[in-house]
Every structure is written in structure tokens, then in C-alpha cells.
């Protein structure tokens, strides 16, 4: 029997697990914004002392990973599994940090909602007595995404006012049975939303109607609302994707009590940075919620926060092929220690 269930995609853990640690690594640019100080690990060099930009996403996340270890006091071995995903084709930037590590690992790919998912699934493992800890993970490079996903650096192609930057950053929570630190107490898993947007620049847009689906579905599964959050933070709509979910939700009459934040409007400063709509990218909600975020429960200054990751399922075929961009949000609630 599903007894922790709670409506059609919902559920609210028994006995809610704690996050103990987390960890997080940023680039030079992003070291620059307003969230620093709050990063682990921050380097001036993209390639992070590597050959590669594809490298350097994976000693990001290497880098991540033994930056947790450190913080929660632990050895490699005493990981239970390692639930992570990245923007690189075939996830290789994780499946390359896990290597002859011999940690269990499950590969996921969200796109930008990497996060949250890989952060619900790990509640759900270690909620359901399946694993004692699980560390949930997932980093994105600004330069590896843009050659990937859009144009050659060199190229110098002209960035429209609707587009974001990727971050280049990584982060890591452990999620355990036990112990101190906040508790994830509710999830709500996504659903792939498509309203036929297909700019690859515009995909604020293209999430946000995923966003307000999840949020929508998480207050009527759970019978809560904006009231009960301190704050219910997108991943990385930025400021165009968040505008577009502000206005949906009031067309639709869903109130959200001026709780909105976007992880993509806070890691950047966009009056002195020129980012233009904000940050994006699986490393913008991890380095915000494995620093920031997570930082303000542990101290009290936020008691509650509803946290949708939220990502654009696009690939360079898909593109190619004129293919409308796809979105998915899931949302996790969390609660401080």
C-alpha cells in the first residue's frame, strides 16, 4: 500500500529524512555574483586545471562530491548511492566522477531540474528504508552547454534578451536517515508540459507552464498554500520565465502570496553582470541550494521553502529538427533543522 502518497503525484515522507552536508563548487563568474562566499569551492581557471571544458564539468562534481565528504565527516565508503545527472550527452560528466569509486550510482537526466529530481528521489530511497544515505548531485558548464547546445564560443553569435547563462558549478547534499540539518518533508514529481515553444534562447518561457503545473499540483496534494512557505523557488526560469509564471498563475487564480524566487535571478547580478534573463543550467539551482539556500534553514532565517527545480528537455536533434521545447518542474518541500 502507497501510504505515503498523497493525491495524484505527491507524497509526504513518514519519517522525513535529514539533509546532513552539502557542498558546492562555482566558477569565476559566479563567484562574482551576489551569492558569494557562499560556495565550498570557486576557481578563476573554466577548465578547472583540465584539458577540457567536458572536464572540468566532471572534476567539478568530483570536487563537489569530496567537498561533502569532508563537511559531513565521512569516507566514500560509508555512501550509500549517489543519485546524479549532468547537461553533457549521455551524462558523462557523472558517470566519469563515479569511476572505480565503487559507490552504487543511478544516472538521471532532468536537464536543469537535475536537483530536484535527483533530491526526490533520494528522499524517496532513503524515506522508503531502501538506503541509510544517498547523495544527490548534478553540475552544468557554461562553455560545454553553449557548444552543445547552441553555437561555438567562437562563433560570437548574438544572445537575445530573452536568453540566460548557464552556470558553471556543481553541488552535493547528503540525504540521510539520521542525524541533523533540514528535513525534507513532501515531493511533488513533475509532468512534461509543451505549449509548442521552440526557442532554444526563450526557454524561461518554455518551463514555466511546468512550474505552475507542479507548484499548483503540490498545494492541492498536500492542502497547503503560498502561506505555508517561507519561499517557493524556481530553478532557473530567470527573470523572463518567472514573469511568464507570475502571469500565468494570476490568469489561472492560483495566489503564490509573493513568494516567488528564481535561483536563475539570485546567482547573478544582471544590473553588473550582463547575463541578460539570468542564470541557468543544472549547476544554477545546486550551487543556490547547496550554499544559499540550505545555509538560511540550517540558521533559522528561513523555516520552510518549496523547492522546483525546473528543467527545458531539449537536445541538439530535437532543435535541429525545428522540435518544440519541452518542460518539466519537480518540487521538493523542505523544512529547517
Same mark, same amino acid.
Given at each position: 500500500m ?5 493525491g495524484?503525484?505527491s507524497?509526504?515522507l513518514i519519517?522525513?529524512?535529514v539533509i546532513t552536508?552539502?557542498? /558546492? ?5 559566479e ?14 581557471d573554466?577548465y ?8 572540468a ?7 563537489a562530491?569530496?567537498?561533502?565528504? /569532508? ?7 560509508d555512501?550509500?548511492l ?5 547537461l553533457? /550527452?549521455q551524462?558523462i560528466?557523472s ?7 565503487d ?7 532532468g536537464?536543469c ?6 533530491l526526490?528521489?533520494?528522499?524517496m ?5 531502501y538506503?541509510?544515505n544517498?547523495?544527490?548531485?548534478t !553540475? ?24 540566460q ?12 536517515e539520521?542525524?541533523k ?12 508540459t ?6 532554444? /534562447? ?5 518551463m ?22 517561507d519561499?517557493?523557488i524556481?530553478g ?5 520565465g518567472?514573469?511568464v ?7 489561472e487564480g492560483?495566489s503564490l502570496?509573493?513568494?516567488i ?18 542564470g541557468?543550467?543544472?549547476g ?25 527545480g ?8 530535437? !532543435?535541429?529538427?525545428n ?11 523542505i523544512?529547517g533543522?
Open positions: 502507497a501510504t505515503q502518497r498523497k495524484r503525484r507524497f509526504a519519517d522525513p529524512p552536508a552539502w557542498a /558546492n563548487v562555482a566558477g569565476k563568474k563567484s562574482e555574483g551576489p551569492l558569494r562566499g557562499t560556495f565550498d569551492v570557486t576557481s578563476n573554466s578547472f586545471g583540465q584539458k577540457t571544458w567536458e572536464q564539468e566532471r572534476h567539478m562534481q568530483e570536487l562530491l569530496e567537498a561533502l565528504i /569532508n563537511k559531513a565527516k565521512i569516507q566514500k565508503a555512501i550509500g549517489v543519485l546524479s545527472g549532468d553533457l /550527452n551524462c560528466g558517470s566519469f566522477t563515479l569511476r572505480n569509486t559507490i552504487p550510482h543511478l544516472g538521471l537526466y536537464a531540474s537535475t536537483m530536484a529530481e535527483s526526490l528521489l533520494a528522499a530511497t532513503v524515506g522508503g528504508g538506503f541509510e544517498a547523495v544527490a548531485m !553540475s552544468s558548464h557554461f562553455a560545454s552547454s553553449e557548444r552543445q547546445y547552441r553555437f561555438p564560443l567562437g562563433y560570437g553569435g548574438q544572445r537575445t534578451p530573452t536568453a547563462w548557464t552556470v558553471t558549478g556543481a553541488g552535493a547534499a547528503l540525504v540521510s539520521k542525524g540539518g533540514p528535513r525534507i518533508t513532501a515531493c511533488t514529481v513533475g509532468t512534461v509543451d505549449l509548442g515553444i521552440k526557442d532554444a /534562447n526563450n526557454m524561461g518561457a518554455a514555466a507552464p511546468a512550474a505552475l503545473s507542479t507548484i499548483r499540483a503540490h498545494f492541492e496534494d498536500l492542502k497547503v498554500n503560498a502561506d505555508d512557505f519561499l517557493i524556481t532557473d526560469l530567470g527573470q523572463h518567472k514573469d509564471l507570475l502571469t500565468l498563475a494570476q490568469r492560483l502570496g509573493g513568494k524566487a528564481d535561483c536563475g535571478c539570485m546567482v547573478f547580478d544582471n544590473l553588473k553582470q550582463d547575463v541578460h534573463a539570468g541557468s543550467g543544472c544554477c539551482s545546486a550551487i543556490t541550494l547547496c550554499g544559499e539556500l540550505l545555509n538560511k534553514l540550517q540558521r533559522g532565517k528561513l523555516k520552510k521553502i518549496l523547492f522546483c525546473t528543467g527545458a528537455l531539449l537536445s541538439p536533434t530535437s !532543435s535541429q529538427q522540435l518544440p521545447i519541452s518542460g518539466v518542474c519537480h518540487a521538493v518541500a523544512t533543522g
